[in-house]
């Protein structure tokens, strides 16, 4: 078997355990509860971590540093989902702006998270390994998206999965 074919037959192999991941993770998020979010976050840091070859103590700090800013992007998403809920009902022009400046601020906020979190996890990897872990990153994401919008892909009760889609296709 030449070197080629024998690289090829060992992505084939990674892609596969890859897309198996992915799959019990979406499993994991049908269930809709806080344990399973928890538990898919648990699982995409050890993928990842186990994917960098991280030593025991990087692993420990890369996981608390993304749990922690993971629970601080999300406090915050529910802050901006809030005010949007707020904003769809004012119809005052003044309130309204005041709403603005508020979401536009949190905005911000989120952003700032997301530039903090990337310096952090930068300084804890280096540049080689944080290159990676983007990359990693960047395909599990893909990957987990193209999974829910497949037609395929398992849905929880009552979940309206593809009806939006759908009815935007016809």
Same mark, same amino acid.
């Given at each position: 078997m030449t070197s080629l074919n024998k690289s090829f037959g060992n992505l084939q192999k990674v892609n596969l355990k890859?897309?198996? =991941?992915? =799959?019990?993770? @979406?499993?994991? @998020?049908n269930t809709s509860t806080l344990h399973a979010k928890n538990s898919l976050e648990?699982?995409?840091?050890?993928k990842i971590s186990d994917e960098l070859k991280l030593p025991a103590e990087a692993e420990k700090k890369f996981?608390?540093?993304?749990?922690?800013?993971?629970?601080?992007?999300?406090?915050?998403?529910?802050?901006?989902?809030g005010q949007i809920?707020?904003?769809?009902?004012?119809?005052?022009e003044k309130e309204r702006q005041i709403w603005l400046d508020r979401y536009r601020k949190s905005?911000?906020?989120?952003?700032?998270?997301?530039?903090?979190?990337?310096?952090?996890?930068?300084?804890?990897?280096g540049n080689h390994k944080f290159v990676k872990y983007l990359e990693l990153k960047s395909d599990l994401n893909s990957r987990i998206k193209n999974l829910m919008l497949s037609?395929?892909? *398992?849905?929880? *009760?009552g979940d309206k999965k593809?009806?939006? @889609?759908?009815?935007?296709?016809k």
């Open positions: 890859l897309n198996r =991941f992915i =799959f019990c993770c @979406l499993l994991l @998020l648990e699982l995409i840091i050890w996981s608390e540093t993304l749990r922690l800013f993971n629970n601080k992007k999300n406090e915050t998403s529910q802050i901006i989902d809920n707020v904003l769809k009902k004012i119809e005052n905005l911000v906020d989120y952003n700032s998270l997301v530039i903090n979190e990337h310096d952090e996890i930068k300084k804890i990897l037609k395929d892909a *398992p849905v929880s *009760p593809n009806s939006n @889609l759908d009815s935007n296709k």
